[in-house]
T-cell receptor, first 113, second 113 residues
C-alpha cells in the first residue's frame, strides 16, 4: 500500500541534543513538507521541498534543518538551537501542484527530557 | 494571516448530517477551498476541495456559495468516527512553492451517540 511513514512515533530529546525525525513516502510525490503542531493549535510549516536536492524555509524554520537527497525521503533534524521543540511533528507529501491534496504521515511526538 | 473563519466547535447526532460552515470573504479568483480533518493524535486527512462548483466524493459534499465568500462541508450521515477537528483552507495552486497549506484552528466536530 502506498503511503507516508514517520518514525519514531515518540522521541525524547535531552537538552543540547540534536535529533532526527524520519519521513518516507512511496507515493512517487515530488513535494514534501514538515509541519509542527502545538496543543490546541493548527499546523505551522517548518520546511518544504518541491524537488530533490532543493528545499525552502517555511514560517518557523529556525532551529531546524532538512535534506532531500532522495525523492522518497525528507528527514527533519531538530537542533539544539530550537529552544522549544516539544510538539507533534507531521510530514506530508503531494504531487507537484498539490491539486489532489496532501497526504500526511501519522506524526512523531517529540518530548524534551 | 487568517483567511478563513470557522466556528470553534459543533455537535451532531450520530446518523444525522453534519454541516460545517466556513467564511472566506477575501478569497481570490484563483484560490481553491480545501477541507481536511484531523482525528485526535493522528495526521490530517484530505477530504475534498473545490473552486466554484459544488463537489461530492465518497466522504463528503462541498457547497460553495455563488459569490465564493463562504462554503459548507456536509457529512451526510455522521458516525462516531467522524469526530475530529475540521480545517477549511483557501489556497492557490499557482506559483509552485507558494501553494503551501495554512492551517487555522478549525472546528471540533463532536458526533454524539
Amino acid at each position: 500500500d502506498g503511503g507516508i511513514t514517520q518514525s519514531p512515533k515518540y522521541l525524547f530529546r535531552k537538552e543540547g541534543q540534536n535529533v532526527t525525525l524520519s519521513c518516507e513516502q512511496n507515493l512517487n510525490h515530488d513535494a514534501m513538507y514538515w509541519y509542527r503542531q502545538d496543543p490546541g493549535q493548527g499546523l505551522r510549516l517548518i520546511y518544504y521541498s518541491q524537488i530533490v536536492n532543493d528545499f525552502q524555509k517555511g514560517d518557523i524554520a529556525e532551529g531546524y534543518s532538512v535534506s532531500r537527497e532522495k525523492k522518497e525521503s525528507f528527514p527533519l533534524t531538530v537542533t539544539s538551537a530550537q529552544k522549544n521543540p516539544t510538539a507533534f511533528y507531521l510530514c506530508a507529501s503531494s504531487r507537484a501542484r498539490g491539486l489532489a491534496g496532501e497526504y500526511f504521515g501519522p506524526g512523531t511526538r517529540l518530548l524534551v527530557l | 494571516d487568517a483567511k478563513t473563519t470557522q466556528p470553534t466547535s459543533m455537535d451532531c447526532a450520530e446518523g444525522r448530517a453534519a454541516n460545517l460552515p466556513c467564511n472566506h470573504s477575501t478569497i481570490s479568483g484563483n484560490e481553491y477551498v480545501y477541507w481536511y480533518r484531523q482525528i485526535h493524535s493522528q495526521g490530517p486527512q484530505y477530504i475534498i476541495h473545490g473552486l466554484k462548483n459544488n463537489e461530492t466524493n465518497e466522504m463528503a459534499s462541498l457547497i460553495i456559495t455563488e459569490d465564493r465568500k463562504s462554503s459548507t462541508l456536509i457529512l451526510p450521515h455522521a458516525t462516531l468516527r467522524d469526530t475530529a477537528v475540521y480545517y477549511c483552507i483557501v489556497r492557490s495552486l499557482e506559483g509552485g512553492a507558494t501553494n503551501k497549506l495554512i492551517f487555522g484552528t478549525g472546528t471540533l466536530l463532536a458526533v454524539q451517540p
